[in-house]
């Protein structure tokens, strides 16, 4: 709540009031008629569903700058803790909007890294460090773990928590998909042309690791990962070009 109070960004979802009966208490907020952005992406397969990829980059760029707002553009620094593509939602014209503060933290500023007693955030989504101190300490580049994971998950229409038999090989997403690039496999989705091929592999490396370039493989296996997942039209090797920001 003491979050919600200090944020006034369009593209945040507003709080509108909250009711209180005796123990039951409940936040009220604007109403987003296209639900959630997990709705969109899990749907891909449905064409009327798909968005296009242009839109999807529009939506990611637009998440990433709500992530540096809440980060740099409040009295306080916000860290969410639970980016992940149910708390995207979508007004009329399928544009973003964060939810779901429930999780958040503030530091001053001044100061980057927090202290916490337990972990949060969505498994699949959660930073390396907020679930375990041995992998360093805990800041708001955890919200940028989660924005990552984020990506892949719209890049390749599958659940970043989907542990079922079909999907037992994909256990570490970023693995599974820079073995991709890195072999230049293909993934499932709709891709008519170069140009969305371009988006989603930019959309794919950012993923990894917020950069353009092909990361270096972070993984000691050598072992590739085997997928049924193929890009329809499509290959991932491509030249990148900047993403342009929106103004």
């Known amino acids: 709540m003491e979050a919600m109070c200090q944020i006034h960004h369009v593209?945040?979802?507003?709080?509108v009031?909250?009711?209180?009966?005796?123990?039951?208490r409940a936040l009220v907020y604007e109403f987003l008629p296209n639900c959630s952005l997990q709705k969109v992406i899990?749907?891909?397969?449905?064409?009327d569903v798909f968005l296009g990829w242009?839109?999807?980059?529009?939506?990611?760029?637009?998440?990433?700058?709500?992530?540096?707002?809440?980060?740099?553009?409040?009295?306080?620094?916000?860290?969410?803790?639970?980016?992940k593509p149910h708390n995207v939602?979508?007004?009329?014209?399928?544009?973003?909007?964060?939810?779901?503060?429930g999780l958040a933290k503030l530091c001053p500023m001044d100061q980057s890294i927090v202290s916490m007693t337990t972990a949060r955030d969505t498994l699949g989504y959660i930073a390396p460090e907020v679930f375990s101190r041995n992998f360093g300490y805990v800041s708001c580049k955890s919200d940028v773990y989660s924005y990552g994971m984020?990506?892949?998950?719209?890049?390749?229409?599958?659940?970043?928590?989907?542990?079922?038999?079909?999907?037992?090989?994909?256990?570490?997403?970023?693995?599974?998909i820079y073995n991709l690039l890195d072999t230049k496999e293909d993934i499932k989705i709709h891709v008519k042309g170069d140009e969305d091929t371009?988006?989603?592999?930019?959309?794919s490396i950012v993923g990894l690791w917020e950069g353009l370039d092909m990361p270096p493989n972070p993984f000691t296996s050598t072992t590739t990962i085997k997928t049924r997942a193929i890009f329809c039209n499509g290959s991932l090797n491509q030249e990148l070009d900047v993403i342009s920001e929106i103004e």
């Open 150 to 176: 984020l990506l892949l998950e719209m890049v390749s229409e599958r659940k970043i928590t989907d542990v079922t038999k079909e999907n037992s090989s994909h256990v570490y997403y970023p693995k599974w």
């Open 198 to 203: 371009r988006v989603a592999k930019k959309l």
């Open 89 to 101: 939602l979508l007004d009329s014209n399928f544009t973003q909007k964060i939810s779901d503060f």
């Open 42 to 47: 899990s749907s891909a397969d449905t064409k």
């Open 11 to 15: 593209n945040v979802a507003r709080l």
């Open 17 to 24: 009031g909250y009711c209180s009966d005796g123990s039951r």
């Open 54 to 83: 242009e839109k999807l980059q529009d939506i990611a760029l637009g998440i990433a700058k709500e992530i540096e707002y809440l980060h740099k553009g409040c009295e306080k620094r916000i860290l969410h803790f639970d980016i």
